[in-house]
T-cell receptor, first 115, second 110 residues
Framework: GAVVSQHPSRVICKSGTSVKIECRSLDFQATTMFWYRQFPKQSLMLMATSNEGSKATYEQGVEKDKFLINHASLTLSTLTVTSAHPEDSSFYIC???????????FGDGTRLSIL | GQQLNQSPQSMFIQEGEDVSMNCTSSSIFNTWLWYKQDPGEGPVLLIALYKAGELTSNGRLTAQFGITRKDSFLNISASIPSDVGIYFCAGQDSNYQLIWGAGTKLIIKP
């Protein structure tokens, strides 16, 4: 149980393109989803927390107009990197929890490469 | 930001050896988690700890939550090649956000 699916697994696109990443909880309803960014050889850095039906809460230093998060249903959250540039290239990972105090379960990540 | 103190940073071991890693924190957590991350993939939950002093096993893995709720260790017995990867500890705060350790990279000598 507690499977989180993330799509796509890899994206390569030109600078200026907007990229959408999907995160789905497959066998549970995710009341809260989290979006992370991970740089090489580092632990995960939280970007934002999203609750179904409400606006995402962004961490300090994360541009909300750059990284648009939508959590329209209890099983789907999306992260859109708008007008992506090479410095946005990174590994983006989502996670989800269902009931309170449940551990976060992670998707397999999306490797974003902006040329 | 806040980060847990995780050690060692890396381990080079022979197949079959036992492994031990630990994390400490200046803050108390109600939940302590251990994850493993393989290259190019998301972290996979290994063990979740909820009670102070709790000792939990998952196959060859054993983890304990410290009595003070400020530390935890993870042991792996009789390591095998598929144990290679990066192990992260994480404390879950009251907002269900995770405070991460820096990771322990496990390498098994051929």
């Amino acid at each position: 149980g507690a499977v989180v699916s993330q799509h796509p697994s890899r994206v390569i696109c030109k600078s200026g393109t907007s990229v959408k990443i999907e995160c789905r909880s497959l066998d549970f309803q995710a009341t809260t989803m989290f979006w992370y960014r991970q740089f090489p050889k580092q632990s995960l850095m939280l970007m934002a927390t999203s609750n179904e039906g409400s606006k995402a809460t962004y961490e300090q230093g994360v541009e909300k107009d750059k990284f648009l998060i939508n959590h329209a249903s209890l099983t789907l959250s999306t992260l859109t990197v708008t007008s992506a540039h090479p410095e946005d290239s990174s590994f983006y990972i989502c996670s989800a929890i269902g009931t309170p105090n449940q551990p976060q379960h992670f998707g397999d990540g999306t490797r974003l490469s902006i040329l | 930001g806040q980060q847990l103190n995780q050690s060692p940073q890396s381990m080079f071991i022979q197949e079959g050896e036992d492994v031990s890693m630990n994390c400490t924190s200046s803050s108390i957590f109600n939940t302590w988690l251990w994850y493993k991350q393989d290259p190019g993939e998301g972290p996979v939950l290994l063990i979740a700890l909820y009670k102070a002093g709790e000792l939990t096993s998952n196959g060859r893995l054993t983890a304990q939550f410290g009595i003070t709720r400020k530390d935890s260790f993870l042991n792996i017995s009789a390591s095998i090649p598929s144990d290679v990867g990066i192990y992260f500890c994480a404390g879950q705060d009251s907002n269900y956000q995770l405070i991460w350790g820096a990771g322990t990279k496990l390498i098994i000598k051929p």
